[in-house]
């Protein structure tokens, strides 16, 4: 195990500062700021044309017009295909996170979940609505199969809207719903597995080794059930009970031929010897709310005291004891001295010089270091490369999971820039992986123009023989006002060949596009967003996740609904790296069971490295313009002459490797045209 503490670190404003520079270098050349604008340029060999590569100045997404289904919109190198709002009982009600099989979007709420059709991204379709309320309904898939999380004490097995009121039922569900949707229309439950702290968020794990079988991770942050409820569930901690639902995850066996046999086969305690993490205090417009609150509830303390009302001290600050507190504890009193009735003033005078001792027993002070995470809020597993990434609270951990059912923490990291580790992506090549930082929850403001830029953001780090080196910070780099939610939360790569670009939801911040391909230096490329849901408070909305599927940026929308994006051309991206993204298509995709990206052979694909080329100056340019007039030649030819031209440009352009300043590239290059040889018939 390697453990890193890393302490706060002053950072640029990223994806700000190279791109300010270079707009300098450029002569301040101007770029629309209408917030519509969307840079163009034509496919085929084009160059980059007259595109700036500066980011909008002033920034459109600054100053939006507020409003729910009439916000203002600010939208940069991205073309808005559609906005589809929720419809019946979803209405209201918080739209979560996002699955995908064949041409249906699956998008979780916590009323159940909605399967949109996006064959025609432009003007998709309710296929399904199924009323199923649970906290927060994330949704995975797999085949016919649809998981659904679900964490909150309301949810029911029969998924009845009435909830559930009593402390222990057996109609309640905590943990994972399993739904057949072979006919997708009429999903039919199968199968439920009950957790003792039910299922914030869960992930599919589909083992190469193993056919017959997914797993599913689940990760659970509520309080622990009771026993009574559902045997086995113990809420001491592993010192005092080994078998503790504390310091652990569930790993769910799901047999494909009988899904219904779901099973917990084992809890893996990830988190062992941990400590708590460094943490940072609150950005400056908090600290002085927090201080008038902190003044206002001291006014409020005094006159209780004043009034007679019980007051003690927990956790260092002096507060009010609620009477329901109270007055058991006086009924004690008056028990203890074999009285009867009401208690006396005697009895009051008593209880008021106990009560110190009796908080302290409630709320013990801990000596020595404070334990750390007991659980990950949510695990993205690389099944191709054999880790996975925890996202756990206040770490993050990479996991060995070659041994589906006993995954084992070979590395962790902590950083006192983070407040809650959120969710992890890796790069397709698997040398990086990237954490997200919830910072506040998903419920405050934390990208407002005072907020330090390396809080409620990504960290990077590279990967080196199981070790993760951190890089740098990544975060939103407009910023958004005080009644916007706003902070890093989840998003995927966009397989574009040869770079590490990601697209990733910001809550109310809307959605950004970056670069990571230098870890050190990650700039964004592209972003929509809208202006507050409300302009007199902090009302729903927001992207909560953000995924590329198939061609598509689809984004779960808080409150608005379905918003589905595509790419367009610009200074940062090439009509031909597009088009070679979207050769890759998937038959399924749960983001956090992150697929291995595979291009199958193409001339976009060669050309998009070409593009990349130039962009980098990798080779001269009479080199690159020689090169694309080979790739159109040999376009144009069929056959032996097609596979015999590209054979003979393969072998040229390795030549090229030696003088050049980017042969990593040219490699690349080479052995996309000498695939594509290969696959000529």
């Not at 230096?521 to 408070?537: C, K």
């Amino acid at each position: 195990m390697a453990l890193t503490h890393h302490p706060r670190r002053l950072a640029t404003r990223p994806g700000l500062a190279p791109l300010s520079s270079l707009a300098l270098a450029l002569g301040l050349l101007s770029v629309s700021a209408c917030a519509t604008a969307t840079s163009t340029m034509g496919g085929g060999n084009a160059g980059m044309g007259n595109m700036s590569s500066a980011a909008p100045n002033p920034d459109p997404r600054v100053g939006l017009r507020a409003g729910m289904h009439d916000a203002a919109e600010a939208v940069w190198n991205l073309r808005v295909l559609s906005k589809s709002r929720p419809t019946g009982q979803f209405v209201g009600s918080t739209n979560s996170d996002l699955a995908f099989t064949g041409n249906y979007a699956i998008q979780g709420n916590y009323n159940g979940w909605q399967i949109w059709d996006i064959s025609n991204p432009s003007n998709p379709t309710l296929t399904t609505s199924y009323f199923c309320p649970a906290s927060q309904s994330d949704v995975s898939v797999y085949r016919n199969l649809l998981f659904i999380s679900g964490e909150g004490l309301t949810g029911r097995l029969d998924c009845g809207g009435q909830g559930v009121s009593t402390a222990v039922s057996r109609d309640r569900l905590r943990g994972l719903r399993i739904f057949d949707i072979s006919d997708i229309r009429n999903p039919r439950n199968v199968g439920n597995v009950q957790t003792c702290r039910g299922s914030h968020t869960h992930t599919v794990l589909e083992d190469p080794n193993d056919r017959e079988n997914v797993y599913v991770y689940i990760s659970g942050s509520a309080g622990i059930r009771s026993a009574e409820e559902l045997p086995g569930c113990v809420s001491a901690p592993p010192s005092q009970d080994p078998n503790s639902a504390l310091f652990r995850i569930e790993v769910i066996k799901v047999p494909l031929a009988n899904p219904g046999a779901a099973a917990i086969v084992s809890s893996p305690r990830i988190f062992n010897d941990l400590v708590a993490p460094p943490r940072h205090g609150e950005a400056p417009e908090d600290r002085a709310a927090a201080a008038q609150r902190a003044a206002a509830a001291r006014e409020r303390v005094a006159a209780a005291r004043a009034r007679g009302e019980f007051t003690a001290t927990v956790g260092g600050s002096e507060t009010i004891v609620p009477p329901n507190v109270i007055q058991p504890m006086l009924d004690s009193v008056v028990r203890a001295r074999g009285g009867s009735g009401q208690a006396t003033g005697a009895d009051s005078a008593a209880l008021r010089a106990a009560l110190p001792s009796i908080m302290a027993r409630m709320f013990p002070q801990t000596t020595g270091p404070r334990p750390g995470p007991t659980q990950c809020h949510d695990i993205t597993v690389y099944p191709a490369i054999g880790l996975a990434g925890g996202a756990c609270e206040g770490y993050g951990l990479l996991l060995d999971i070659r041994n589906p059912t006993n995954p084992v923490r070979i590395s962790a990291v902590a950083d006192s820039n983070f407040s809650y580790w959120h969710s992890a992506t890796f790069n397709n090549d698997g040398t990086k992986v990237l954490f997200s930082d919830e910072w506040g929850g998903g419920g405050q403001a934390k990208c407002r123009a005072s907020d330090p830029k390396e809080w409620g953001a990504n960290a990077i780090f590279t990967l080196n023989n199981g070790r993760m080196e951190f890089q740098s910070y990544y975060k939103l780099p407009a910023p958004q006002t005080a009644l916007e939610n706003c902070v890093a939360h989840n998003g995927s790569l966009i397989p574009i060949p040869g770079r590490d670009v990601m697209v990733q939801a910001w809550y109310q911040g809307g959605i950004s596009v970056f670069d990571w391909t230098d870890p050190r230096r990650p700039i964004e490329i592209a972003f929509h967003d809208r202006g507050p849901s409300d302009s007199t408070r902090m009302g729903p909305g927001g992207s909560w996740s953000v995924y590329w599927y198939n061609g598509n940026i689809v984004s779960s929308e808080i409150a608005r609904g379905l918003d589905i994006f595509q790419l367009t051309p610009s200074a940062f991206l090439s009509q031909n790296e597009i088009d070679a993204a979207n050769t890759v298509r998937f038959t399924h995709l749960n983001p956090q069971g992150q697929p291995k990206i595979v291009w199958p052979p193409s001339f976009a694909m060669a050309r998009a490295f070409v593009d990349q080329l130039e962009r980098s100056r990798g080779l001269s340019g009479g080199r690159i313009s020689a090169v694309r007039r080979a790739l159109s030649g040999a376009e144009g030819m069929s056959g032996a002459a097609r596979r015999d031209a590209l054979t003979a440009l393969a072998s040229a352009i390795d030549a090229d490797m030696s003088g050049s300043s980017d042969a990593a590239k040219v490699r690349m290059l080479a052995g996309a045209v000498r695939d594509l040889a290969g696959a000529t018939s």
